[in-house]
């Protein structure tokens, strides 16, 4: 979240924000274009010291219950349902805008945040299912100043785009990090000080001074902040009813696009590769959309044996109707202008706690093989 930056007062204390100051100052005389940040803006414009908003968070019940037995898929499943809370892209900046951080229950209220917002409630999250994990500062691609976790898991580093819901091992050359400024605990903030800052490059064990510059040390030990965060995170059910209903609207809705985007041709829609869509979408969520999509094209294709089906599935995290419309009309289907061309659109709508919802749209052609 963005706001004007006036004179702002503190929640802390005058020496705390002092020696702040003092080793931002020194952090980034040394490397001035690694990211430092012992202090943020709360959203009502009061500095707070970093460390308060880490703080173990208990995620959804429901999401602990589905993979009881299976950690992994258990922190994949969170990731993924942090992923799913819609990104308030950060208003153009300008001169004099600073970054405002909201708590994780402000922020699930909200059902909108930036990258901050949702890193923190997946290091949350993480913290609350015993792992160990830090707020990681830095950049990467394509976002440029943004926040990652980072966990220390079956001895390897692991990083978490909180975008994304994606995992990373350290060594992992597709990871979109592109280098780390600090990290940051619920009692520590430590500054980067090693000659690399490429997550390829760095060893990440922040006891060890000649690499991690710490903010708090012997000379200026931690004074017991007490967390900005709430003492639990209540959920409301998942609404299956209330989906169910969205669902119907938008496929009507998407399906009206398409026929006013192809004025002057009749849009023939094809009823029994729309149901074949319907069985498929919910396997895709089931999946978080991974290893089935081949399998269900061949699947699909000897269904529909007399056509030529060419179409995707597309995947959203649900707040408004028009990044769905803009999404069906990017894929250009309207366009396809074929004699006896027919069409297939089908969504379905997954609800998770708290009103999140994931929003899938397959949308296809088919032409009948001559």
Known sequence: ????????????????????????????????????????????????????????????????QLYANNPQATSELVARYVALIPFLPDSVSFAGICDLWSTSDQFLDLLAGDEEEHAVLLCNYFLALGKKSWLLIGNAIPEGVTAYVL??????????????????????????????????????????????????????DVHKPKLWKPFFSRSLPFPG???????????????????????????????????????????????????????????????????IEDDHQAELQKQLGDYRVSGFPIHVPFSEISPLIEAVYTTGVHNIDVPNIEFALAVYVHAYPKSVLSVWVYVASLVRNR
């Open 225 to 291: 902040l007490s967390s900005v965060q709430p003492e639990a995170l209540f959920y409301p059910r998942a609404d299956e009813a209330a989906a169910l209903e969205l669902q119907g609207r938008l496929e009507k809705i998407l399906k009206e696009k398409i026929m006013d985007w192809r004025p002057r041709h009749l849009t023939r829609w094809n009823r029994y590769c729309t149901s074949a869509l319907r069985h498929f979408l919910p396997l895709l969520e089931e999946n978080r959309g991974k290893d």
């Open 151 to 204: 966990t220390w898991e079956q001895n390897q580093y692991v990083i978490w785009n909180p975008r994304s819901g994606c995992s990373y091992g350290q060594y992992d050359t597709f990871c979109p990090l592109q280098n780390v400024g600090c990290l940051i605990s619920g009692d520590n903030v430590w500054f980067n000080i090693q000659q690399y800052d490429s997550p390829l490059r760095i060893n990440f």
């Open 1 to 64: 979240m963005r706001a004007y930056s006036g004179s702002f007062d503190s929640q802390e204390d005058e020496k705390l924000l002092q020696a702040a100051e003092k080793y931002q100052a020194e952090c980034l005389l040394r490397f001035p274009s690694r990211q430092c940040l012992p202090t943020v803006i709360d959203i009502n414009g009061k500095t707070v010291f970093v460390t308060r908003y880490v703080k173990p968070l208990n995620p959804p019940e429901e999401l602990l």
